[in-house]
């Protein structure tokens, strides 16, 4: 994943359609994660 901004534009593009609320939190709540996971990976 490059950033939140592209992969939040992506899923818009996507589904062809503004995120939704719940969307939008869980789209962060995955990027949130995986970024850890990778901090962790790193260390």
Do not use: C, P
Not at 14 to 38: A, H, P, S
């Amino acid at each position: 994943m490059r950033n939140y901004l592209q992969m939040h534009e992506e899923f818009e593009e996507k589904l062809g359609r503004d995120l939704t609320n719940d969307e939008i939190q869980f789209l962060q709540w995955v990027f949130n994660r995986y970024m850890e996971e990778k901090n962790q990976q790193s260390a």
